[in-house]
C-alpha cells in the first residue's frame, strides 16, 4: 500500500525536439505536446502532490553508452544533421537542433528509471521520455525513433553495472517492436513479449512465428491482435503471458508503454481505452510483485493523440498506486460491434502450438 512511484520528468522533452512540418505529415504527431499534455493532466489531478510520488531526473550519460547499442556513424549522422539544425531520415524521423541532446537524455531518463527500482529508491518507475525508441536499431533511427532506450539500457545494466540477470520487455505499444526484437532475438536471459496490431491479409515482420533463434529460441514472442480490438478482448494476451512469466522468472520488467492502441490514436488502428492500461498496469504488477517483488518499469514509447494519451499515463499511475481510476465521460463509447473474440482465440491456439516445445506451463 505504500509503494513508492518514481517519475522521470524533465520539461525539455515537452519543449524540444520540435517537427519541422506541421500536419499532416506523419512525423508530426511525435511532438513536445504529447509530453506537455501529460504533465498538465498530472499537474492539474494534483498527482505531483502524492508523498508516494517521487520525481526522478534523467542521468546524464556520455557517448560510450550510446555506443554498447548503436554503431559509431548512426550516432555521428544524428549529431551532424542536429548541428545543422534539421534534417530527414527516410519518410519516419526527422531531426531538429536539439535532437542528439535529447535522445541522449532520452536513454539518461530510461536508464534512471530502472537503476532507481534496481536501487530500491522506489518500487516502480515510469519513464516520461522521448523521443521513442522501440524501433530504433543499431545502424539506423526507424519509426519516429532515434536511439533505443531500453536496448541501451539493458546493455549498460550488462556492460556497465555487470547485471546478468533475467529481464522481461511486454511491449505494448500499437507497432511491433521491431529495434528492441533485434536486439534480443538470440538472447535466452531476455524474454520479449510483444503486444501489437497486425494485418492479416499483407504480411508483415512481427509475425507470430518469429521465435528467436539459436539458444533464444522461444524467448521472443509476438501476440499479433485484429484492428479494432477492444477493451473487451484486448487483455486476453494475459492467457498465454502470465504462466510464461511465471516459469521465466524474470528479475525485472519492463513495459515498453506505447498508447496508440487508443482508441482515438492517429496511427492506431485499434479501439482501447484508458481502462485497458489501467487494467493491464493492475495485473503486471501483481505479477511482478509475486515474481520480482514487484521490481517494474514502464518507459513511454508511442501514442499521439493529446487528449486520450495524458489519460492512459495517469490511468497506469493510478494502477501502480493501487487507486480507483474513473475513465473519463468521452470516452464512453459502445465498441461492441468490434468484437473480436474468435480471432483473438485462433491466435491463442496458434501460439500454444508454436510455444509448447519451449516453454512447460504452456499446453
Known amino acids: 500500500m505504500n509503494n513508492k512511484i518514481g517519475i522521470v520528468v524533465d520539461y525539455q522533452f515537452a519543449s524540444q525536439h520540435k517537427p519541422p ?25 494534483k498527482v505531483f502532490e502524492n508523498k508516494r510520488i517521487m ?13 554498447l547499442a548503436h554503431s559509431q556513424y548512426h550516432i555521428d549522422t544524428i549529431k551532424r544533421l542536429s548541428n545543422y539544425g534539421n534534417g530527414i531520415l527516410g519518410e519516419e524521423v526527422f531531426i531538429s537542433k536539439n535532437t542528439f541532446e ?74 511491433f517492436g521491431d529495434g528492441i526484437a533485434q536486439y534480443f532475438y538470440e ?12 494485418d492479416f491479409v499483407d504480411g508483415d515482420i512481427g509475425f507470430i512465428t518469429e521465435l528467436g533463434t539459436g539458444q533464444g529460441k522461444g524467448s521472443t514472442i509476438n501476440f499479433p491482435i485484429p484492428h479494432d480490438t477492444t477493451d473487451q478482448n484486448f487483455l486476453e494476451f494475459f492467457d498465454i503471458l502470465t504462466p510464461i512469466l511465471y ?66 499515463v495517469y490511468a497506469v499511475l493510478k494502477a501502480l498506486l493501487n487507486e480507483q481510476y474513473n475513465q473519463p465521460i468521452f470516452e464512453r463509447i459502445d465498441f461492441g460491434k468490434y468484437y473480436k473474440k474468435i480471432e483473438i482465440d485462433k491466435i491463442q491456439k496458434i501460439l500454444r502450438k508454436l510455444l509448447k516445445n519451449h516453454w512447460k506451463s504452456i499446453k
Open 247 to 312: 516459469e521465466f522468472k524474470p528479475d525485472l520488467i519492463i513495459v515498453a508503454a506505447g498508447f496508440d492502441m487508443y482508441f482515438a490514436d492517429q496511427i492506431g488502428n485499434c479501439s482501447l481505452t484508458s481502462n485497458s492500461y489501467y487494467n493491464f498496469s493492475k495485473r503486471i504488477l501483481e505479477i511482478s510483485k509475486n515474481i520480482c517483488d514487484g521490481k517494474l518499469v514502464f518507459v513511454l514509447e508511442g501514442g499521439y493523440n493529446l487528449i486520450g494519451l495524458p489519460y492512459c
Open 187 to 198: 538472447d535466452p536471459s531476455v524474454l520479449y513479449f510483444s503486444v501489437h496490431e497486425f
Open 102 to 175: 535529447i535522445a541522449k537524455k532520452a536513454i539518461g531518463g530510461t536508464i534512471e528509471a530502472i537503476e532507481a527500482v534496481l536501487e530500491q529508491r522506489v518500487n516502480q518507475a515510469f519513464a516520461l521520455v522521448r523521443p521513442p525508441g522501440h524501433h530504433a536499431l543499431r545502424e539506423t533511427a526507424s519509426g519516429l525513433c532515434i536511439f533505443n532506450n531500453i536496448a541501451t539500457s539493458l546493455l549498460y545494466l550488462r556492460e556497465k553495472r555487470n547485471y546478468k540477470k533475467k529481464i522481461a520487455i511486454i511491449d505494448i505499444d500499437d507497432h
Open 55 to 67: 520525481k526522478l531526473i534523467p542521468r546524464t550519460i556520455n557517448e560510450s553508452i550510446i555506443r
Open 21 to 45: 512540418y506541421p500536419h499532416p505529415a506523419f512525423f508530426s504527431y511525435e511532438n513536445p505536446l504529447r509530453i506537455a499534455s501529460i504533465l498538465n493532466l498530472l499537474e492539474e489531478k
